[in-house]
């Protein structure tokens, strides 16, 4: 017994000499709530909203999904970082959450597809990092109280100064809130662009092996970015659409004029509510008729386009292990889910059907039109990280694309 409890007490002082090798760092919350940890990324002070990701992989596509711009994003997973990062699963070219806050971050890489270590990474990127803090209590507290604003300071060396924490607590308190913000015309492309595997600036060797297919790309969509995923583009690519990727703000009529069979809206970051020009590019193509499929953000932009209302939720959907019901269809499918508004099911308008619902707390997950081949679903079937129960979405909008590709090609032969 003495002895064990003596393994324990030098196991403990082991892990506190350890964490003295790196810097201080600390995570303030807007409620004035501290915890202290070490610094495992860039040396700064970064502001956000703290929300919570459950999923227990995917820690490099979740730091590159351009829907966390403006998070600081906590992961409940308990150690993260030990198979490095690498440039095939970049989910974006960077990495777009604001800070990464975890129980405990690997110094090293032990994977044979780890190009760097975490922490190399995310100092690579100039992203701060917390870990060696109690990201149980943290989680606990953001499910009481919500999501809410807070700051991570990280200091170049040595241990945490009254200044420094002073410092996070007014960038945490001055924030604001991430309801109104429109982030989607933040992180959008500049330039149209033919989406192919290695557009990003991939080097060859990496994309050879693993995703690349070799399919016919008999159809064509354009691809609305407001923080698209790769891994959409690349399960669109992979049922035979050629894609084109356009900025947020591209009119309904320029994106006609590309003769597309069928139009994608994608994921993206901030308030769906603000973003006025997808909301009407959303609205023409469901009254034009044109195959329209919407991801979490382009889900969200359909419900407000069909006169539905948006709501914030408490602490949004954010991990690999969301069940969602397929509703009337005895069918439940694991899901990956980063969502902190929600389309308000109660307002759809009568020509909409809900299809999904999440089996954790009710709130609507997907919807269709009955007078439009229009749906949407607010999780993410394209995963990267997380389950592929739902991927069948991107075989459901095919073949909408596949009719109103035979109806214009009907139409163009009379
Ligand atoms: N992943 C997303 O597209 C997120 C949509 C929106 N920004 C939300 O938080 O609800």
Redo the contacts with the bound molecule.
Sequence with gaps: MICRSANLHRQEEIVALIQKKYPAAALVLADGTVFEGRSRGAAGLATGEVVFNTAMTGYQEILT?P?YTGQLVTLTTAHVGNVGANKEDMESRSVYAAGLIAKSIAENASSWRAEESLPAFLKRHGIVAIDGLDTRALTIHLRQTGAQPGAVIALESGEMTPEALEAAKTAAAGWGS?AGQD?AQTVTTDVPYEWKEGSWELPTAHTAGGFRKPVAHPYHVVAYD??VKTNILRLLADRGIRVTVVPAKTTFEEAMALNPDGIFL???????APCTYAIETAKKAIAAKVPLFG????H?IMGLAVGAKTLK?KF?HHGANHPVEALGEKHVAITSQ?????VDAATLPENARATHASLFDGSLQGFELLDAPAFCFQG?PEASPGPHDIDGLFEKFARALAEAHAQKAEAAGE
Excluded: E, R, V
Aim: aromatic share 8%; net charge negative.
């Design positions: 999904d829907s991430m982030l407001f923080g994608s994921n993206g970051p901030g308030d769906p991801i979490c953000l382009g969200q939720m949004g980063n969502h902190g508004f929600a993410h």
